[in-house]
């Protein structure tokens, strides 16, 4: 695996990093208003970033998994928007990534450009009421009517659905046949039988909007239709490997400003005659931050040079779990850090650890990381009747 960047990555990891400087003004206003800002989006779509990993032909940079990756901690490392940085990858890893993937020409040609550039911004259905981690147990129907399919159902914890224009919905041609007979679909907004809600207020990441979708009668038409009938199952598999190993890049920026901030702070803060710094229990803990950051960066990087490769591993899960519990742990210790200060909202300290916590169900569970994890060593295995796949769960609704 590479460990050095060239002058262009360095750049561009600069360039994104300035980039995210320039966004989340008026955050605390945001957040009261549950709402992404379109402005910040648009920025982000001049700059690139929209298009990061989808073919210059489709008017995007056609970047590498692993330069993608460093793009997105710098714009991280710069923006204290962690909700906009979510609904960014939403809309990169679980919307565009298997339109290119699994796209036909006419599809990829309808949709990538617009997805590119800001005109269009995309979101991934496939939880339910009554699935969560168990993604693939779907009780959304499709029914075959000539050209069209029916679309019947609803989808919950839908990252981005209340300012979508572009859904792609998982439902199922065949309940008995479970898994086998997921299928995706895109579907336009305006699309008659289409409802979308916006109906919840979360802890943390509240300018990532969710929404609620419901299906009724929704006719497709079969030109629509994303892959080949009954193959849902390895488009979900293939989203949740780039979406879990990416997603949470700009994590790793965010970890790493946190624990700047920390050192300043420790150097400044003055108690019983000296900086705080110097007492072991703030500077051991602030060590430990580091490492901690290291290690999920390792993981993330890894994870997609694996992607780059073509190989499939335990690394977008890996990634997906070490990142999420290392920022939890990491924005904990920080408030230890500020102390008093930490638990108000004069520092982003708060702000961060709310928003950690919802990383650990995105895409999937901390639990369910390391249920797929063991899966992949062998260490478990599916029963030969199950009609679900724990390693095809739920993406980035997580469980939504």
Not at 354 to 366: F, M, P, V
């Amino acid at each position: 695996m590479k460990l050095s960047w060239d002058e262009e990555q360095i750049d561009l990891g600069e360039r994104m990093r300035a980039l995210g400087s320039e966004l989340g003004a008026d955050l605390d206003a945001r957040e009261s208003s549950r709402r992404l800002h379109p402005d910040d989006w648009q920025r982000c779509a001049r700059a690139g970033v929209l298009g990061l990993a989808v073919p210059r032909e489709y008017g995007g940079l056609g970047l590498d998994p692993t330069t993608c990756a460093l793009a997105m901690e710098g714009l991280g490392r710069g923006c204290r928007d962690n909700g906009l940085l979510i609904s960014l990858g939403a809309h990169i890893w679980a919307v565009e990534l298997p339109i290119r993937e699994f796209g036909t020409a006419e599809q990829k040609q309808r949709y990538l450009p617009g997805l590119c550039d800001g005109r269009l911004v995309g979101a991934h259905a496939i939880t339910e009421p009554a699935t969560g981690s168990d993604a693939m147990a779907l009780t959304a129907r499709a029914r075959r009517d000539g050209d069209h399919y029916v679309l019947d159902g609803t989808k919950r914890f839908v990252t981005n659905a209340p300012i979508a224009d572009v859904f792609i919905v998982y439902a199922t041609v065949d309940p008995t046949l479970g898994f086998t007979g997921v299928t995706a679909f895109l579907v336009d907004r305006d699309q008659p039988g289409l409802t979308v809600e916006s109906r919840y207020e979360k802890a943390g990441l509240k300018t990532s909007p969710w929404g609620e979708l419901t299906l009724d009668g929704c006719r497709v038409p079969a030109t629509h239709r994303l892959g080949a009938e009954k193959q849902g199952s390895r488009i979900l598999r293939t989203t949740m490997d780039w979406e879990r190993a990416l997603i949470l890049a700009p994590l790793l920026g965010t970890m790493a400003r946190q624990i700047e901030e920390c050192v300043a702070y420790a150097k400044s803060r003055d108690q019983f005659g000296h900086n705080i710094g110097r007492f072991q229990s703030v500077s051991n803990r602030i060590a430990d931050m580091q490492v901690r950051l290291e290690a999920a960066r390792l993981l993330t990087y890894r994870a997609a040079w694996d992607l780059g490769c073509g190989t499939m591993s335990i690394f977008s899960e890996a990634a997906q779990l070490e990142t999420s519990e290392s920022a939890v742990t990491t924005f904990l210790e920080a408030m230890q850090v500020y102390g008093g200060l930490g638990y108000t909202t004069d520092t982003d300290v708060e702000r961060n650890l709310r928003d950690a916590l919802g990383t650990r169900i995105s895409s999937g569970t901390s639990d369910l990381q390391r249920l797929v994890l063991a899966e992949k060593l062998g260490v478990t295995t599916r029963a030969r009747r199950s009609t679900t796949r724990p390693a095809e769960v739920t993406p980035h609704a997580h469980a939504r």
